[in-house]
């Protein structure tokens, strides 16, 4: 149903762009000619051309002269960052202005900018959400003028609910609130489980949005040690439960930000039995989940509560448009309380945005657009990858998550990340430095490269520069570099 939306070249080059990372072609592996290819997939020689080229320039095959296509050697592989060990301690959240004035500077046009985790609106299907829009106006002409209320549009609680069958949850449609970004919807829930002083378990690093909101709330945030592919250690979480009160845990199961990892699915399932145990609530985020290239791990942990103990989060900025400005929650046990918050707290959003959003949600050419989307950030990601193993100092790691357009880069240890953004500063490059990521000061020597975004010939040249900025600030002291 959605494959037409998908020119011919991107179908095959994405079928055989998951076969290469999928290991099934080889590294090195000699690729059938551009006659072959046509002739074993019913395309036109030209399509074929156009697929290889796709390839190509994802650095997934390279053309030796005389010789055809192979598949390319895979990047030097860079080691992965450690397992965090945060304190066992909680603390109150004090932010500085650095996030904000990273956020603020991501979005000005004089910045080649990797500090933002949203994908840059060329890698959205404009005309779709453009076409929805204006049918949504269009076919209701009076909702505009009409006050909304309530939890949200029928069409837009339905589709949701429908959206969640693809993470393994079936929710009613009732007890789904439509709310005006995924931020919103985790703060309904903190509000709705937490007061002033309460402890919440997060991933370390986590999101500095979810710091920004215990900080507004007056919550201890308490991290948990983190592996940077198979996310929140539950064993450390267990301990956490036995030795101090959480009242939450919030959590990112699927390519967590900024570490892009994922929760093994057996892991899924024990922390929802875990929670169940002890009474706690989780606040699951699942807004990458459609963007993970393993089909497991778009799996909530909500699929596994029997005990309503899960409130799931979730909005469509970084995969369908984030100029919609729409999210949504199913809260569980604590639903009605939410609602009533929400009422309170905000209202309901633009009617026809909801329905825009329900057609975006139930209409052909979702799944085609995300296929897009996931393939061309992955070429992206290697891209970026191969481009800091080739120019960061010796002694970084940096994460490979399966899905988004997140890299976490963990410099040698000497590396001060402050200097190195303000470095990059003074050349109008934008990092998100590691402190960013956690309520107590570490992660110094890391940084958050974003690379979802604008993305021309000057990104892989900035990328190279900032490997080259770091390795000057580790054989200069500081003062010399600012001279
Ligand atoms: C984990 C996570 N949750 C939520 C958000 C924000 O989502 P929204 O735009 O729907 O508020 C982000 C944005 O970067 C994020 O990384």
Avoid at 198 to 227: C, K, M, N, W
Avoid at 373 to 379: K, P
Avoid at 404 to 431: M, R, T
């Amino acid at each position: 149903m959605d494959a037409p939306l998908l020119p011919l070249y991107m179908q095959l080059a994405d079928r055989m762009a998951r076969s290469i990372r999928a290991g099934t072609l080889k590294r090195g592996e000699r690729l059938p000619s551009v006659r072959e290819l046509a002739g074993q997939h019913g395309v036109s020689l030209s399509t074929a051309v156009q697929a290889y080229r796709w390839l190509e320039d994802a650095r997934l095959i390279e053309a030796r002269p005389r010789s055809g296509y192979f598949v390319a050697a895979r990047p030097p592989r860079l080691p992965e960052p450690r397992v965090s060990r945060p304190d066992t301690a909680s603390r109150m959240v004090q932010l500085d202005q650095l996030g904000v004035q990273v956020m603020a500077l991501s979005q000005d046009p004089g910045f080649i900018s990797f500090g933002a985790a949203c994908p840059g609106p060329e890698l959205f299907d404009q005309d779709r959400v453009r076409r929805a829009m204006a049918r949504a106006v269009m076919r209701h002409r009076e909702l505009l003028c009409t006050y909304p209320i309530g939890p949200g549009m029928e069409e837009a609680r339905r589709a949701v609910a429908r959206h969640a069958l693809g993470l393994g949850c079936v929710l009613d449609p009732d007890e789904v609130v439509i709310t005006n970004s995924c931020i919103e919807a985790i703060s309904l829930c903190l509000r709705a489980v937490c007061k002033p002083g309460d402890v919440v378990a997060l991933e370390s690093p986590t999101y500095y949005g979810f710091l920004e909101i215990l900080q507004s709330l007056h919550l201890r945030a308490l991290e948990i040690p983190t592996h940077p592919r198979h996310g929140m250690s539950l064993d450390a979480l267990q301990l956490a439960f036995e030795t101090q009160q959480v009242k939450a845990v919030l959590t990112v199961p699927t390519l967590s930000n900024p570490l892009g990892a994922c929760l093994p699915v057996p892991e899924r399932r024990r922390l929802a039995a875990m929670l169940a145990r002890h009474d706690v609530a989780l606040i699951e985020d699942v807004l990458y989940n459609d963007l993970s290239e393993q089909e497991d791990k778009r799996r909530a942990v909500k699929s596994f509560d029997t005990t309503g103990h899960v409130m799931i989060c979730g909005s469509f900025s970084k995969t369908i448009a984030p100029g919609l400005r729409l999210g949504w929650v199913e809260a569980g046990r604590w639903g009605r309380v939410l609602r009533q918050t929400k009422a309170v707290q905000s209202g309901a959003q633009t009617s026809v945005l909801e329905l825009a959003l329900a057609d975006l949600l139930t209409q052909a050419g979702s799944g085609a657009a995300l296929r897009h989307l996931r393939a061309t950030i992955a070429a992206r990601v290697d891209e970026a990858r191969q481009l800091i193993a080739e120019s960061f100092p010796k002694g970084t790691r940096v994460s490979d998550p399966a899905g988004g357009f997140i890299l976490w880069v963990e410099l040698p240890e000497a590396l001060d990340s402050a200097q190195l953004y303000e470095a990059c500063l003074a050349e109008h490059i934008v990092i998100a430095p590691g402190m960013m990521f956690s309520a107590s000061p570490r992660f110094r020597n890391c940084v958050r490269l974003g690379v979802g975004g604008k993305w021309g010939p000057e990104h892989p040249r900035a990328l190279r520069r900032i490997g080259a900025l770091a390795k000057q600030l580790l054989m200069s002291p500081p003062d010399e570099l600012a001279a």
